[in-house]
């Protein structure tokens, strides 16, 4: 066997596939332990599949399918790049490294992939406003919008939810609004939140009007 060759992979990550699989050639392909070779690349973290064999010319061919990135995922330690299965198998050192994916946040946000995925696509309406979706106690979603604006998410049912919201959005406009938070935990019985500098202003309207009535 007188070289290596990869395929599927990116430069990055042929480089890390061949710090880890350090052979000096030629070699007699006796010398080869192709399982273990191959349990080795599949190790690293953004490879999804991996197989090796000896092809005629004596080449050692190995062929990776490299995990696609769908998502960034903020936790305490960092950023990270996940797949559709939700692995973390790339660190990132920026959000705007991969500004094109969307992001999410929280304890086991990665776990629940999937259902993030849901709403982030129901969210398209938004997505101008859209910074992305956040893990709440490892139970529900937040919709995290500019403004800092929050749509908060039932348990159960966080599309239908957020759904709910959209049509409410259409018809009145309600995220244009001075509201801070949107509140649907309690399906049956949404709850909107105003910004403080709302609250005063409202505050001082009813005071006028019950100055007026007692006049």
Known sequence: VKLMAIDGATVELAEDIREIV???FPLSSFELDLETIRQDVAGLQAVKTARVKIKSGGILQIDIEERQPVAVWRT???LELLDAEGVAFRALDSRFERADLPLIAGDGASQALAEAMQILAVAAPLQDRLRGVARIGDRRWDVVLDRDQRIMLPEERPVQALQRVLALNTARDLLGRDVTVVD????????????EAATRERWK??????KVEEQ
């Open 22 to 24: 350090p052979l000096d």
């Open 76 to 78: 305490s330690q960092g």
């Open 184 to 195: 649907m935990r309690v399906a049956h019985r949404p709850t909107i939140r105003m910004s």
């Open 205 to 210: 309207a009813r005071a006028t009007e019950v």
